[in-house]
T-cell receptor, first 113, second 114 residues
Framework: DGGITQSPKYLFRKEGQNVTLSCEQN?????MYWYRQDPGQGLRLIYY???????QKGDIAEGYSVSREKKESFPLTVTSAQKNPTAFYLCASSSQGVTGELFFGEGSRLTVL | AQSVTQPDIHITVSEGASLELRCNYS??????LFWYVQSPGQGLQLLLK??????LVQGIKGFEAEFKRSQSSFNLRKPSVHWSDAAEYFCAAAGGTSYGKLTFGQGTILTVHP
């Protein structure tokens, strides 16, 4: 079945460590997105990519990095520079950018110990 | 700045009652508007969307939303709520100077009492 796969589902990290969250899609979508979700704050856009080898910063990109070397993959690295990384991270993709439906993965919950 | 506001953080209704979730947007021009639903610990699913035309939009699971330009609103409604509708609901918008970005509201948690 087509869809978006995020891994790992749960991740624990010590302060000062970088961690990479995986996002893979087999929907043949051009656009991919990373959102951060915190209680009461909705979803905030971290990075987005509308085409391979190109990506743009969202509203809260500081302390995060991404790459888009393949159409199917859009990994997110949470660096040690991110001051408050504990959150629920959601990856999404779309065939029509933001004018179309976003398909979401099931999320990755990162906890910094 | 472009924004989406959901004034109600938490709403409780009885099963079978009607439901209205509020959404207001602040954009220079009419944006593309969406409602998504999220079950606990899961991703989001699209309920419906509005681009132009008829201001009353029908979606999945018996939901509808009405676009009101004069009020900059896009409220979600359902005539009779089922226990399975308990979830968190997000209004979202895209367009204007933020092309390529989908901005979400803060979300409204719906609790359904039997």
């Amino acid at each position: 079945d087509g869809g978006i796969t995020q891994s790992p589902k749960y991740l624990f990290r010590k302060e000062g460590q970088n961690v990479t969250l995986s996002c893979e899609q087999n929907l043949n979508h051009d656009a991919m997105y990373w959102y951060r979700q915190d209680p009461g704050q909705g979803l905030r856009l971290i990075y987005y990519s509308q085409i391979v080898n190109d990506f743009q910063k969202g509203d809260i990109a500081e302390g995060y990095s991404v790459s888009r070397e393949k159409k199917e993959s859009f990994p997110l690295t949470v660096t040690s520079a991110q001051k408050n990384p504990t959150a629920f991270y959601l990856c999404a993709s779309s065939s029509q950018g933001v004018t179309g439906e976003l398909f979401f993965g099931e999320g990755s919950r990162l906890t910094v110990l | 700045a472009q924004s989406v506001t959901q004034p109600d953080i938490h709403i409780t209704v009885s099963e079978g009652a009607s439901l209205e979730l509020r959404c207001n947007y602040s954009y220079g021009a009419t944006p593309y508007l969406f409602w998504y639903v999220q079950s606990p610990g899961q991703g989001l699913q699209l309920l419906l969307k509005y681009f132009s035309g008829d201001t009353l939009v029908q979606g999945i699971k018996g939901f509808e939303a009405e676009f009101k330009r004069s009020q900059s609103s896009f409220n979600l409604r359902k005539p009779s709520v089922h226990w399975s509708d308990a979830a968190e609901y997000f209004c979202a918008a895209a367009g204007g100077t933020s092309y390529g970005k989908l901005t979400f509201g803060q979300g409204t948690i719906l609790t359904v009492h039997p």
